[in-house]
């Protein structure tokens, strides 16, 4: 069974940055699509980016320009730097593939207040 392990967030004033880390306990992780997800309170699960296993790029509309996601398939680790961070950023994050393939992690909580 893989383990997705994410980590990084924390509490951050509007405009500041975090950079997001998650681990992926598989072998294979090179061949996978990996995306991070978001959960705000009383919302559903959103995708907020992707990278494909040739590194294109995805990003929802609402992070575009100010988030960059990145992989390093030697650490089995997907990345999701977080510029210019607006208090609706605030929520839980999470990864898994494009296709939601293994079991969601504990995830790591984002909070963007003054």
């Known amino acids: 069974q893989v383990q997705l392990v994410e980590s990084g967030g924390g509490l951050v004033q509007p405009g500041g940055s975090l950079r997001l880390s998650c681990v992926a306990s598989t072998s294979i992780f090179s061949f996978y699509a990996m995306a991070w997800y978001r959960q705000a309170p009383g919302k559903q699960r959103e995708l907020v980016s992707f990278i494909t296993p040739g590194r294109n790029t995805n990003y929802a509309d609402s992070v575009k320009g100010r988030f960059t996601i990145s992989r390093d398939n030697a650490k089995n680790t997907v990345y999701l730097q977080m510029n210019s961070l607006k208090p609706e950023d605030t929520a839980v994050y999470y990864c898994?593939?494009?296709?939601?393939?293994?079991?969601w992690g504990q995830g790591t909580q984002v909070t963007v207040s003054s």
């Open positions: 898994n593939t494009q296709s939601e393939t293994f079991y």
